[in-house]
């Protein structure tokens, strides 16, 4: 199954809340279409994933152009999950995690995720928790 966005990046405002629990990696994509970056959090919310592949986010026309899949500013945790070809022109290829914390948790993958400058997959200035490290650049 694929998830593709068409409108923009899902924001997940104030003190807003999202879970998304797929059903695996393998199997629930959910792209940014090379157009848009997926998830942007703000201060007070936050976003949980676990068993899905996020790619083709592109942060290129955000007002930051950091975080190619997903610009946190809040909580992030993600578990078992897939980052693949996303891009930041800034930071952060797939995350940029500007404020707040950022948890990476077993069985994730960062794979061809791309920036123009600093770090190519993973940026955080702030609280970044690996629980099992699964970057692999192609």
């Not at 078992?80 to 797939?94: D, K, R, T, V």
Request: aromatic share 6%; net charge positive; with cysteine.
């Amino acid at each position: 199954r694929i998830i593709n966005l068409e409108g923009g990046e899902i924001a997940i405002a104030g003190t807003g809340s999202l879970t998304i629990n797929g059903t695996g990696s393998s199997i629930l994509d959910i792209t940014g279409s090379a157009i848009s970056r997926i998830f942007v959090i703000d201060p007070s919310a936050t976003l949980n994933i676990s068993g899905v592949r996020l790619r083709h986010g592109n942060a290129a026309g955000s007002s930051t152009g950091n975080g190619g899949c997903i610009q946190n500013f809040g909580k992030l945790t993600v578990t078992s999950s897939i980052f693949l070809a996303c891009y930041a022109p800034n930071a952060g290829g797939a995350i940029h995690s500007g404020g707040g914390s950022a948890e990476l948790r077993v069985g994730y993958r960062l794979r061809e995720n791309t920036r123009a400058t600093r770090s190519p997959a993973a940026d955080n200035r702030f609280l970044l928790r690996v629980f099992r490290w699964g970057l692999q650049q192609a």
